[in-house]
C-alpha cells in the first residue's frame, strides 16, 4: 500500500507498506505492525513480477500455504493450489474464486507429482514460481525411542516431496522464456537442534541442504532458489508440538507454550499470513539478487 500526506517524506516497512509523512509527525506503531490510521490516503502497491504469472503451490489447504495462495492471488497471480486435503483445498479455491485451481494430490508420489504440474501447465500455460511448502510435525520422541514410521512419513512429506516438486519446477522452467523462481518452506528448526524433535529438524535440514545444492545448478538458468525458515507459527501443527515438547519436559503445553515465548523478543507467535508475505516477496521482481538465501521470520528467534 502507498500512504500519501501533503508534507511528504518517504517510509517503506518490509511488508511493502510506503509512506509519505511529515518528517514532525511520528506515527504509533502497534505491536510492530505497520499503521493504517484515518489520516492516510491508501493506494494498492503490488509487488513487481507477480501480476499475471501462475504460482503452484503445495500444502495449500491450510496453514502457510493456504495464506501463501491468497496472498500472491491477492498480487495478481493465478494459483495451482496442491494438498492432500481435498475439502481444504476446494474451500480455498471456492474463496479465491477466478485464477485458481484445486489439485488433490500425494505429493509424496513421483507420477503424481508430474500430473500436478501438468495440470498446472494446462490451465494456466507455465509454472512461474513454485512454494515448495508441503510438510507435517513428528512425534516429540528421544532418539533413544524412535518411531521408524513417523521418521519415514516426515522425510517423505517434508523432503522427498521437496525434491520431486523442485525437480518437476525446474524443468518445466528450463522450458518457459521467463526464469522461474522457487521457494522452499524450512524452518528455525533446520538451523538449530533441539531435543525430542530430531525426526523434524533433520529433515528441515534436509530440505534448506537440497535448497543450497539446487541453486548452484539453476543460477546459470535464471531460476532463483530460496528458503523461508519460520520459527513459531499460528497453526494447527503448534498444538501437539506444544503438549509433545511439554510431555517430555513434564509440564503442560500451556506452560511449555508460555516458555516458548519468553525466548521470542515480540512475545508471539507469528500469524501464517505474516510469513506467506516474505514468501511472495522472495517469488518476486522486487529481490532479483536473493538466491540461495535462507531467510527467518521468527520474531527475533535466532538459531
Known sequence: MRCRRSTRRRCASPTGVRSERSAAEPIAIERGRWPMDGHLEME??????????MALVTGAAGGIGSA?????????????????????????????????LAVRADVTDAQETERFFAAAVERFGAVDMFHANAGVESKVLPVASFDLADFEKVFAVNVRSAFLGSSAAVRQMMTQPTA????????????????????????KHAVIGLARSLMKETGALGIRVNVVAPGVVDTRMMKPLEDGLGALAGIDGATLKAALLTAVPLGRYAEA?????????????????????????????YP
Open 273 to 301: 499470513d505474516e510469513v506467506a508475505a516474505t514468501v511472495a516477496w522472495l517469488l518476486s521482481d522486487e529481490v532479483p539478487y536473493m538466491h540461495g538465501e535462507v531467510v527467518t521470520v521468527g520474531g527475533g528467534l
Open 180 to 203: 522461474g523462481k522457487i521457494v522452499f518452506t524450512a524452518s528455525i528448526a533446520g538451523l538449530k537442534s533441539d531435543g525430542g524433535v530430531s525426526v523434524y529438524n533433520a529433515s
Open 44 to 53: 494498492a502497491v503490488m509487488l513487481k513480477g507477480i501480476s499475471g504469472r
Open 68 to 100: 501463501t495462495c491468497r496472498r500472491l492471488h491477492a498480487e495478481g497471480a493465478n494459483v495451482v493450489a496442491v494438498d492432500i486435503d481435498g475439502a481444504g483445498l476446494d474451500a480455498l479455491v471456492a474463496e479465491l474464486g477466478d485464477r485458481a
